[in-house]
């Protein structure tokens, strides 16, 4: 029992300093975090765990195992409009802490826990100035151009597909 | 009460299970299909399910719909009853389709609207002959699709941009950033109801009783004589702040279907006649569901719009409250469940009822020929 206690003080002591860490960080708006975190989501999870096995990364703790849940999509009535909510997404998220200190947040698409955990690993190592190189150029910009590299192709293909409309002139004398 | 307990079921239904794997496994001699099979390959079926169960995962539907042996409604529900064990992180910021990365758009209404038409992969203008070279096995050699050198803008302007400075069709304002749309998910049903209440509503509806509802106003239900403005396909970003980061990071690309339906008004003392909207949204591509959805949707605005109709589309409890394919299916069905109860106490009421036709019926026969008698004499 005085285990269990423990263990639960424990964990609670862990969640305390995780979530006081993070108060207020909307001063990162708009910095390279919020782009490699929007790689590290959307990418599928097969590639982000192939070009995971290239790198070497250093010792971490987990301060939130991965957890699998939704986020409620929201549209816009009209398109353009008031918010109403549309259906929701499944999405996983996970928490890690590098013993160097720098934190790592996963939140990615779908349910794979393997993905988000990386995706937290990769955060904190992209925060450390020993490790950012490294996952910039393993993992990061070779995610974001596979991304891009399929928008692309997307985009032509679409292109290939517009009508070009011309206008039959008829002859009325022949 | 409609139900009673009933013991001595469970060996049956333990066999009728294990005959029901069987059957979803069909011909042991036939490769199974993979779940991966399935998401790739019956990619419309799970776009269905992803929307009218009201979850984006493809890889979920796809097993759903395996399990369901492709009953699409029975996959639907087993992904809402799936959902229901995850815990909710937030809502994402209200998405911009305007910044849709567009792979089909086409405007019925406006020829020449900026960016073109689009077609992307549609089946329109497919001749609907069967194509019995996908029956071959194996081999079948996909030609593919044309690349054009070109890319297609980053953002195509939407038919009520392209309008916007006439003032010829609504604007859609953000009249209220406080407040959360309403949640069904969260909150029953009730009326009357917001815009953003049905929208939810028909983004989950059943795709069939939308279309065959947009369908009758079409006929003249309550029309609203729609033309298309617009409907558009492609990836849409989805943005999403976590509390611990405190700012909005990109969770997703999803694919989305949008459709515009304009529908004339012909205004009032305040307001110049104009052209009216109604919206259609869904995950995945699932045209003929946004259509729909949008010619449903501006039928329901007949109380804004001062429009005094009585047609099924136009009333918003009979929509709602039958849209939903989850709720419909389960009480038609439960009617297979045990109402023995309800039939005992039906027989024992009939019998009495019919044992009183008789009496009196054998009661003015008594008195008929009684009279007759009487006259008789």
Redesign the interface.
Known sequence: MQVLIQSIQKLFAMTQS??DE?????Q????PR?GW??TL??APASEVLRLWEGLVAPESQVLRPA?????????????????????????T?C?IRLATGETG?G?????DKAHAYVAAVADAMMQSSVWHDQVRDGLIEPLQQASDAR???????????????FTMVRDRKA | MAYVAVKGGERAITNAHAWLGEMRRGDVAVPELSVAQIREQMGLAVDRV??E?????P??AALAIKQARGDLPEAIFLLRAY?TT?????????????DM????RVSAAF?DIPG??????TFDYTHRLLDFKLAADGGHEVPP????????PTQLA?I?QVFAHEGLLE??????TSAQ?????REPMAFPAD???R??AL??GDEGFLLSLAYSSQRGWGSTHPLCGEIRM??VS?G?T?????????????PMT?C?MLSGFAGSAEQAPQYT?G?G?T?GHNERKAMSMSIVDRALRGRELGEEGQAPCQDEEFVLYHSDVVEASGFVQHLKLPHYVDFQADLQFLRRLRREFFDAKAKALAEQAEHMKEAAE
């Open positions: 995780y979530t993070f108060v207020d960080n909307s990162l708006a708009g910095t919020q975190l929007s989501a959307k957890e699998t849940g939704m986020v409620m999509v929201r549209g816009r009535t009209g398109g353009a409009g008031n918010p109403f909510n549309l259906g929701e997404m499944t999405v998220r928490a947040i939140y990615v698409a779908g349910r928008r692309d192709v997307l985009s032509r293909k679409a292109k290939a597909t517009q009508v070009e409309f | 992803m929307a169960g009201s979850c984006y995962d890889d979920l959902r995850l815990p909710r992180f937030g809502a994402s910021t209200p998405i911009e389709t305007a990365a567009v792979q089909r020829k073109g038409q689009v077609l992307g992969p699709a044309q690349v054009s050198e070109e890319v297609m939407t009520a604007g859609d304002p953000v009249t209220d749309p309403y949640d069904l998910t815009r953003d209440q929208l939810q983004a989950r492609g990836e989805v999403f976590p509390d611990e980061l405190g700012f909005e990071i990109e969770l997703a690309d999803l949008e515009i909207r919206y949204l995950f």
